[in-house]
């Protein structure tokens, strides 16, 4: 897999303060320059999101949870996917749900999509609830990935999906706002299975693409990324 960074059509001059900042409001959007980081993620980003939400094989009537969703502009394409969709967004940054909420209120007065922030862990459903459930470029700022990781075991259906996207661990290495912090946690396809391998989810497809975007601190990069598909198989007592 192609692992290169392409040089700069204009050369960053943000200092260890503004990227370490940078890295912060890639984590948790706030305030006016979390709303500012939102709308370059809509940009960056919507290629990941797209192929990501193809990848869940939506049909009618699935509910669909998203962590991490961002401003979610992406919202009404995924709602042509399949009749009669259910969306929940959930976000650990209070800019981003109301960013959200405003973008997408038609979404939610049609009572199609509902967001709620959380604490990053921890969903409030009972388990089963949601057929597909989708997570773009937020693995790098799980504390707790297995625990994680067996949460959303625990609310998805027995037979549902679970899409799992993010930046390869060598491109990510080679951005200015990721290195010396220790606010991402970075994985390669290798390590993304050995995570796997703690958890009762069933790996079903790694799918490794390449494009070419501007990054967060101004250089056009070829971004590797992974397009993990998990699934939680039925089993004997759960067909009974």
Known sequence: MKEKVIKSEKKSVLNSEELIKIAHQLRCPTGNEGIAIGALLKETNNKMIEESISALQLKERNRILELGHGSCNHLESLLKRAEDLKYFGMEISEVMKEEA?????????????????????????????????LTVNTIYFIESPVKFLNEMYRVLKPGGV???????????????????????????????????????????????????????????VDRDYLIVTLSKVFKNSQLN
Do not use: H
């Open 101 to 133: 909420e405003k973008i997408n209120e038609a979404s939610i007065n049609n009572r199609q999509a509902l967001f709620q922030t959380y604490n990053g862990c921890n969903i409030p459903y009972v388990c089963s609830f949601f057929d597909k459930i």
């Open 162 to 220: 679970f899409v799992l996207t993010f930046a390869d661990g060598g491109f990510m290495k080679q951005l200015p706002f990721v290195v010396n912090n220790d606010v991402f946690k970075l994985y390669d396809k290798l390590k993304i299975k050995e995570l796997i391998a703690q958890t009762d989810f069933t790996l079903l497809k790694i799918k490794e693409e390449t494009e070419r975007v501007k990054s967060k601190s101004g250089e056009w």
